[in-house]
């Protein structure tokens, strides 16, 4: 076994998380369940009832998509490598998109026939950690479905600006893990 050990031991036997309780056994994604400003229901309604919320103006949680106010977003991830592994590491994000680009992916998304968006801007709408609070420049890449959409954040200075290229450390992983809510303390003991 190369590289840190803590990572051998999360992807073997796992670590007792003091937070959630559950044993983490191999790498996790963390996801926010909404946008950052979203102050609605976090109970998911299904994607096929956006149209509906869209014609009438209501606003809507799925998913896949929110619709709040003038503001529409959908679900993406921002994956990452993690050093010396095979590994990826993905925050599930939520990222905004114009009304028209919106419209334009909504119906992609429930078209039988796979067409595929060019890269459109759009707003990281969530806080990831150590990050400051407010929305930052990405872009936004879409994937021949079942894959989930790539959201590339564009400046330099969020503190995940450059592990995109660069990767993730096993230190700097379970670090996020912390200050997301997962603490895998006895990862800190172990060597
Ligand atoms: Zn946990």
Not at 2 to 18: A, S
Not at 39 to 68: Q, Y
Request: charged share 25%; glycine share 6%; proline share 5%.
């Amino acid at each position: 076994v190369t590289g840190d050990p803590r990572l051998h031991r999360l992807l073997t036997q796992g670590f007792r998380c003091e937070t959630c309780k559950d044993q983490h056994i191999g790498i996790f994604d963390v996801a926010f369940s909404s946008p950052m400003h979203w102050t609605g229901s976090t109970e998911k309604r299904t994607d096929e009832e956006v149209h509906a919320a869209l014609a009438i103006g209501r606003d809507i949680l799925t998913n896949n998509f929110c619709l709040d106010g003038e503001h529409r977003f959908i679900r993406c991830i921002i994956p990452f490598k993690i050093h010396d592994s095979e590994e990826t590491f993905a925050f599930g994000v939520w990222g905004s998109l114009s009304t028209q680009n919106f419209q334009h992916h909504l119906d992609d998304f429930f078209s039988p026939a796979e067409t595929l968006m060019r890269p459109v801007f759009s707003w990281l709408s969530n806080r990831l950690p150590e990050s400051e609070d407010r929305s930052y420049k990405c872009r936004l890449h879409f994937r021949p479905r079942p894959d989930r959409l790539v959201l590339e954040i564009g400046e330099e200075d969020h503190p995940f600006y450059s592990a995109q290229t660069q990767g993730l450390s096993v230190q700097r992983l379970l670090e996020g893990y912390t200050l997301t809510g997962h603490s895998l303390r006895d990862a800190s003991d172990e060597h």
